[in-house]
């Protein structure tokens, strides 16, 4: 897995690339209550506000950490947003990234460095 500062977790499944949040910006943000996810199929580029979460303490944008099309959206976060709480780097993803060159992923930082950057 990869990470953003933006404290966004990446991870490579076959051509995919699987994007969620850390259970750090989980627990930043307390209970999730409504995810604003995005249509599949879209465009999007780096650095683009793709998702909106919404907890009881704020709401918070998840923005494309690459450019590429979202392919699939966890549609279980609809009906149980809180997902993302309980299981923020499994059950809790929000989208799939069909992105031109997956070795950009590899710009991110490993698990070491965002536990440094959180530290």
Known sequence: MKYTEEHEWLRVEEDLVVVGITEHASE???????????EEGKTV???EEVVVIESVK?????L??????IVEVNEALTDNPAL??????G??????LKV???AAVDDYMD????KDLIG
Request: net charge negative.
């Open 45 to 47: 580029t780096k650095d």
């Open 100 to 102: 031109e060159d997956l």
């Open 91 to 96: 059950d809790g993803w929000i989208f799939k």
């Open 111 to 114: 698990e070491k460095e965002y």
């Open 84 to 89: 993302v709480n309980e299981d923020p780097q």
């Open 58 to 62: 704020a709401a918070s944008d998840i």
């Open 28 to 38: 930043q943000l307390g209970d999730i209550v409504f995810v604003e996810l995005p």
């Open 64 to 69: 494309a950490p690459l450019d590429g099309e």
